[in-house]
């Protein structure tokens, strides 16, 4: 019974970012090392539909028949990593034209994985090396203006807690204040004059 191999789950969709007229590798490793150079593989452009062909092996050898224009003599397989159940296939100086999906597919063996290919021109490299001197500063501003109202928000709450505790304080006075007023204005019952018997009749004291 044949054991298929699968390419490990790291491998099976990668993103690669390269800049224009660096050299690119695609490469996928099956998780149980099967020996890959008496097998059949191809790899193509996903975004090319049926004319996408970019490389094939067959027979323990490159098969270039089928090749796009583009990628004749740009391609190199690294046969020795098939032993290990490895594919490694390294294009050349790559070109904005070379940005896609690339599948790489084992039909024997049901395996395949997929690279995204993002190739950027001197017009992105310029524009980033313009738009960063730019952007920290402002990030710096940014940062800065949110710790000044981070502690101007800190400062008015004790400047609130300090005025709330002072008008609690000066109310606490008011009352103090008014509650002796009212004790030195309680009226004094003046009875010169007056006698009074012990039958509660008055006279008056001549």
Do not use: C
Not at 10 to 25: A, F, K, P, Y
Not at 153 to 167: A, L, P, S
């Amino acid at each position: 019974m044949l054991t298929l191999g699968r390419f490990r789950h790291s491998d099976l969709n990668q993103r690669i970012e390269v800049e224009d007229g660096d050299d690119v590798t695609l490469q996928g490793r099956l998780d149980n090392s099967t020996n890959l150079s008496s097998y059949t593989f191809d790899v193509a452009r996903l975004d090319l539909g049926i004319y996408g062909d970019v490389y094939s092996y067959r027979r323990g050898k490159d098969h270039l028949d089928d090749q796009m224009d583009r990628y004749r003599d740009r391609t190199t397989l690294n046969h020795e990593d098939l032993i290990r159940g490895i594919v490694t296939l390294k294009i050349s100086s790559v070109t904005l034209s070379d940005s896609g999906s690339y599948k790489v597919y084992v039909p024997k063996l049901e395996a395949s994985f997929i690279v995204n290919i993002i190739v950027e021109g001197e017009n992105v490299k310029a524009a980033r090396a313009h738009i960063a001197p730019i952007v920290v500063p402002v990030l710096v501003a940014v940062i800065g203006v949110i710790i000044v109202l981070v502690k101007l928000g800190i400062m008015q709450k004790y400047t609130r807690q300090f005025r709330e505790r002072r008008n609690h304080q000066a109310e606490t006075a008011n009352a103090a204040e008014l509650s002796d007023d009212l004790i030195d204005q309680k009226p004094v019952l003046d009875l010169g004059g007056l006698a009074a018997d012990h039958t509660g009749n008055h006279e008056e004291v001549v």
